[in-house]
């Protein structure tokens, strides 16, 4: 059975706020559609920088995989790849937040 879908709109208030609460503060680096856009989240790391990509699982379920890959990256790979996922999803949004540990500050299963 799938999850009912929240708005990216909404969603991505809800995942500032949480930024905000856990004192890792993010920002929208690039606007998306606010009804059914997908969402890219940058983490700011102390060793580099990382890119989650939001996906869903078999089940339904909102998941997240580290789309730069397991180790960290510098701005230039974060960059290139944003571009590239822009090409294909123009109601995109972008998000990064301040991250040392490179978790996000919101609930996310990592697959």
């Given at each position: 059975?799938?999850?009912?879908r929240?708005?990216?709109g909404?969603w991505?208030r809800?995942a500032?706020?949480?930024?905000?609460?856990?004192?890792?503060?993010?920002?929208?680096?690039?606007?998306g559609?606010?009804?059914?856009g997908?969402?890219?989240v940058?983490?700011r790391?102390?060793?580099?920088?990382?890119v989650?990509?939001?996906?869903?699982?078999?089940?339904?379920?909102?998941a997240?995989m580290?789309?730069?890959?397991?180790?960290?990256v510098?701005?230039?790979?974060?960059?290139?790849?944003?571009?590239r996922?822009v090409?294909?999803?123009?109601?995109l949004?972008v998000?990064?937040f301040?991250?040392?540990?490179?978790?996000?500050?919101?609930?996310?299963?990592l697959?």
């Open positions: 059975m799938t999850q009912p929240i708005k990216a909404i991505v809800m500032l706020r949480m930024g905000d609460i856990d004192n890792r503060p993010g920002a929208v680096l690039r606007r559609d606010a009804d059914a997908g969402v890219l940058v983490l790391g102390r060793e580099g920088l990382s989650l990509s939001q996906l869903r699982s078999a089940e339904g379920e909102l997240w580290r789309a730069t890959g397991g180790t960290p510098d701005q230039d790979a974060v960059d290139a790849y944003i571009t996922q090409k294909f999803d123009p109601d949004w998000l990064e301040e991250a040392p540990d490179l978790l996000p500050p919101f609930e996310a299963k697959v």
